[in-house]
């Protein structure tokens, strides 16, 4: 009998063979000197740290328990996935450089000089592996919210150009074309128009004034118009003065998920000027997770003062006609079961708005298991959905969503995100799953009564 | 001068002055550092309460992150509450306490405190292998945080010998458990000690921040 040796081991189960990750890979933007790359990427990091960011920081005890709340550690068992570790250059940059005791890392080179190669190397941590969907945030024990500073650190990276390609041109399109998607203003009002005839209803577009102004997400206009006409018909049902304004018609925000706050403003501005020029008391934001954190909690700070107006998602609109009795609803015989938008519940709030809805329906709500403000994320949020070298790993995440939805039992999947609903969908084809995932909204809209 | 009279006399001076200094540049460097003020509009008042209630909380993981986080838990509390047992019920360390503040009180049963110092030992030890062991804990562990357990255990490991009268003279011992206490106050303000500090700062703003935002803090 013969030696086998251990060291070149099967691999039956492999469908492909290959070697994994040769050398490090990362995508690089502009002819940047290594070094001034470093220095912007530090200095943009710092630009917008405070007292709230600092404590993070200064906070963690390493306790490892952030690790057990990522999905894509709990999917692939790497360490390198640990929320915390995501931070790890950023961390040593802080106490080097800005921490009460920096004198000393410096003098003794206690924290050694951050290069741009572990930059480039981080990457993929703070990029491909991170939806920012905050489930770290909500178990950890010294309460840092490590979201915010992946939010933070994306900053420092695309000033310095290492932004994944994808994710870069997709905010730059935004910026330049004012759709990720090439949803420009007569895009817009194109599908508008088709959206006005196929739900038989009006839709109207840059009303002088209007009481409440609402946005549509790029992902809607090109993938899911229909939810253009659901909008239309459930405020013309309610006989509410409203209107898309085709200055300010886009609720997405990439500029603020690649990290750069510039173009975060501009598009933000874009919906606080078109609220504003048409006298709008309420801004209505569509079916988009980050679009709501975007303008509901940031978008004041982009304005430098309080917005003039409020901010609901839609979901928070619907629940709280249905609640006031002004829509009233047909029950719907269907088992369900609901996927919260982390945005728009862990991280905004409205956990409850959309159950309110689903309750006035009548549909047999079947809650995954975590659900709620715990619910697993679908992988897509954060930009990682444009990267394509993230689909692998962001396969191996949404079998947890799988799982989830599939112990439920119930016919379909509802949520309120048009981001999620396009992971949804993007992975139903990769693994060939029967489960659908609906908008609410639209069954709002199919199910009005009267 | 005998150890223990350096250990209990400017050796501690020293390590309270540089204690004391440490946290108080810490704190004030953090105190400094601009605020943010959020402008949006809150959808529930109450940042206070959010803040404080988290403070709280956070105490315990949610239970949906209870069973992943069992065993991180159950030794973070083992060392937490034996230390506390052995420092707050041993009866020379509230003569200790006494001494400085006035404040006394009745200390606990000698057989509690030898269980209690033995379980705080065995719990600091176990925290080093897990940190050496797990895949996570072995990546993200720094210096700091093996030095910190290390400075943590050597007040129990000396006041242990020192009660049992193992490896030398009483007052030989007593005075490497006081030095090593010394030694503690020192390297505190420095290290992941200072999160017994920083833990309120940091769980109060996400509190009062998700407050505001009406989502689970």
Redesign the interface.
């Known amino acids: 009998m013969s030696d086998v040796t251990e060291r070149y081991p099967l691999e039956t189960d492999e469908a492909r063979l290959s070697v994994k990750d040769p050398h490090p890979r990362h995508d690089t933007q502009g002819d940047i000197d290594e070094n001034e790359r470093l220095r912007l990427a530090m200095a943009n990091f710092a630009k917008n740290m405070n007292r709230t960011t600092a404590v993070y920081m200064e906070a963690c005890v390493h306790c490892g328990q952030c690790a057990q709340a990522c999905h894509y550690y709990v999917q692939t068992e790497d360490p390198r996935y640990t929320p915390i570790w995501k931070l790890e250059v950023f961390k040593q940059a802080y106490k080097r450089e800005a921490s009460p005791f920096g004198f000393f890392y410096r003098l003794f080179n206690l924290k050694r000089k951050v290069t741009v190669e572990q930059l480039g190397e981080w990457q993929e941590l703070i990029y491909d592996s991170c939806t920012m969907c905050g489930r770290c945030s909500l178990v950890c024990p010294m309460g840092i919210d490590i979201a915010t500073l992946v939010g933070q650190a994306r900053q420092g990276m695309f000033h310095a150009g290492l932004v994944p390609d994808e994710l870069h041109a997709t905010a730059e399109r935004a910026k330049e074309e004012g759709s990720p998607l090439g949803a420009t203003a007569s895009v817009f009002e194109d599908r508008a128009e088709w959206m006005a005839d196929e739900h038989d209803t009006d839709v109207h577009i840059d009303q002088e004034q209007a009481d409440i102004l609402v946005a549509m997400s790029s992902i809607e206009i090109m993938k899911y118009p229909n939810s253009i006409g659901a909008t239309a018909k459930i405020l013309n049902a309610l006989g509410e003065s409203w209107t898309f304004r085709t200055e300010g018609y886009e609720a997405t925000n990439f500029g603020m998920m690649a990290g750069n706050t510039a173009w975060q403003k501009s598009a933000t501005m874009k919906l606080i000027n078109a609220a504003i020029n048409c006298g709008a008391r309420l801004v209505v934001l569509p079916e988009c997770g980050h679009a709501y954190g975007a303008l509901r909690w940031q978008g004041a700070a982009m304005y430098g003062k309080p917005l003039p107006f409020e901010v609901q998602h839609i979901s928070e609109f619907l629940a709280d006609v249905i609640s006031s009795g002004r829509l009233k609803v047909k029950k719907v015989d269907q088992t369900v079961t609901f996927h919260d938008p982390c945005q728009v519940a862990r991280r905004g709030g409205a956990t409850e708005a959309p159950r309110v809805v689903m309750d006035a329906l009548g549909v047999d709500l079947r809650e995954m298991a975590p659900t709620g403000d715990f619910n697993w994320c679908c992988g897509g949020g954060g930009g990682v959905i444009t990267i394509h070298r993230a689909d692998k790993l962001r396969y191996k995440v949404f079998e947890l969503k799988m799982e989830q939805v599939e112990a439920t039992g119930a016919e379909t999947v509802l949520s309120t995100c048009s981001n999620c609903r396009q992971s949804y969908n993007d992975a139903k084809e990769h693994f060939h799953w029967d489960k659908d995932m609906e908008s609410l909204l639209e069954l709002v809209a199919d199910n009005l009564a009267g | 001068m005998e150890l223990l009279d350096y250990a209990r006399g400017p050796g501690l001076q020293i390590a309270v002055t540089v204690f004391i200094a440490g946290l108080v540049?810490?704190l004030i460097?953090?105190?400094f550092?601009?605020?943010?003020v959020?402008?949006?509009?809150a959808?529930?008042g109450g940042q206070v309460t959010g803040g404080i209630r988290?403070?709280f909380s956070?105490?315990l993981?949610?239970r949906?992150?209870r069973k992943?986080?069992r065993y991180?838990t159950i030794l973070?509390y083992t060392m937490h509450i034996c230390l506390a047992i052995v420092v707050l019920g041993g009866a020379p360390h509230i003569l200790f306490i006494e001494s400085f503040s006035g404040l006394a009180w009745s200390p606990l049963p000698t057989v509690i405190i030898h269980i209690a110092a033995a379980a705080a030992l065995a719990a600091l030890l176990i925290a080093v292998v897990r940190r050496m062991q797990?895949?996570?804990?072995?990546?993200?562990?720094?210096f700091d945080?093996y030095f910190s357990l290390v400075i943590t255990m050597l007040p129990v490991i000396t006041g242990i010998l020192a009660v049992a009268h193992v490896g030398a003279r009483y007052e030989t011992l007593l005075g490497l458990h006081v030095l090593s206490f010394d030694v503690f106050l020192i390297w505190f303000p420095?290290g992941?000690l200072?999160?017994s500090f920083?833990?309120f700062?940091?769980?109060?703003?996400?509190?009062a921040?998700?407050r505001r935002?009406?989502?689970?803090v």
């Not at chain 2, 550092?33 to 943010?36: M, R």
């Not at chain 2, 797990?134 to 720094?142: A, D, G, K, L, Q």
Request: hydrophobic content about 35%; charged content about 25%.
């Open positions: 540049w810490r460097h953090l105190y550092i601009a605020k943010k959020d402008l949006s509009e959808r529930c988290a403070y956070r105490f993981p949610h949906e992150f992943r986080t991180g973070a797990h895949p996570v804990m072995r990546m993200i562990s720094n945080d420095f992941k200072m999160h920083i833990a700062g940091s769980r109060y703003t996400t509190g921040t998700f935002r009406g989502a689970r």
